[in-house]
């Protein structure tokens, strides 16, 4: 179930990425959307696909990627940024389940049915991709061993 929620969600947010870069006019109800939630977005970049559009931007050290239907509203995103800036809880269980390993990146996806934080970590003989829920609940997602 887990991967068929991750799977389905790559594939939303590919979609837009295939679609023409910087479209001349971006629906005004999108525009204003996008500007009231994220006023600091530096490195703006929109795509338009049939039925959504979707941005790509940095605010901060953060780089997003945000999709948003014709009517305006986020129907999901993507978030890629380094580990101290993940939720305390989650910070407290790699502190304590995964001290012997050294993160490096998380991917944070949001859609309707919540957010996911994939945490890249680095063991001595593996590479590690943890899968952590909102509420802290974790699983091993990718384990890769080092060449």
Do not use: C
């Amino acid at each position: 179930m887990k991967r068929i929620f991750v799977l389905g969600l790559f594939a939303l947010l590919t979609a837009g990425a295939n679609a023409a870069g910087n479209p001349e006019v971006v629906n005004e109800k999108v525009l204003q959307s996008f500007k009231e939630t994220f006023t600091n977005a530096q490195k703006v970049k929109w795509f338009e696909n049939d039925n959504s559009y979707s941005v790509r931007f940095y605010q901060g050290e953060t780089r997003y990627i945000v999709y948003y239907n014709k009517k305006g509203h986020i129907t999901g995103s993507m978030k890629f940024y380094q580990p101290a800036l993940l939720p305390t809880n989650i910070l407290a269980d790699i502190a304590e389940n995964h001290s012997d390993k050294t993160s490096f990146m998380v991917t944070e996806i949001s859609s309707g049915s919540g957010t996911a934080y994939f945490v890249k970590m680095e063991g001595k003989k593996h590479w590690f991709t943890i899968r952590y829920e909102g509420n802290g609940d974790s699983s091993v997602y990718e384990k890769v061993r080092k060449q």
